[in-house]
């Protein structure tokens, strides 16, 4: 088992930035991939961005493309998303999710784990 505690949403305004943290613990956390998913109200839990287990690779939607960065710090058991000039779209609940592979992983249902999820408001 793996737990997941992701933390450091909030409210902000449009072109703030903010770092989410993700604090692993259970398992051998550099064995897996990590994920960051997001879920707006009344809408599907989307893809934002992942990273392979060793941090050579690294893949973000189209969305955030260029302004979000995920990392991970495997010493520390920790995956970050650094989130820059955020927009009003933005605002969702953010989870972060571990798969038991080592490469990239794209769809949710490839995630074997889940954090609670912390909320990030972005006003206009």
């Known amino acids: 088992q793996v737990q997941l505690v992701e933390s450091g949403g909030g409210l902000v305004q449009a072109g703030d930035s903010l770092r989410l943290s993700c604090a692993a613990s259970?398992?051998?956390?550099?064995?897996?991939?990590m994920g960051w998913f997001r879920q707006a109200p009344g809408k599907e839990r989307k893809f934002v961005a992942a990273?392979?287990?060793?941090?050579?690779?690294?893949y973000y939607s189209d969305s955030v493309k260029g302004r979000f960065t995920i990392s991970r710090d495997n010493a520390k058991n920790t995956v970050y998303l650094q989130m820059n000039s955020l927009k009003p779209e933005d605002t969702a609940v953010y989870y972060c999710?571990?798969?038991?592979?080592?490469?990239?992983?794209?769809?949710?249902?490839?995630?074997?784990?889940w954090g609670q999820g912390t909320q990030v408001t972005v006003s206009s």
């Open positions: 990273v392979n287990w060793s941090v050579g690779s690294t």
């Open positions: 259970g398992r051998t956390f550099s064995n897996y991939a």
């Open positions: 999710a571990a798969t038991r592979t080592f490469s990239i992983a794209i769809p949710r249902t490839m995630y074997d784990y």
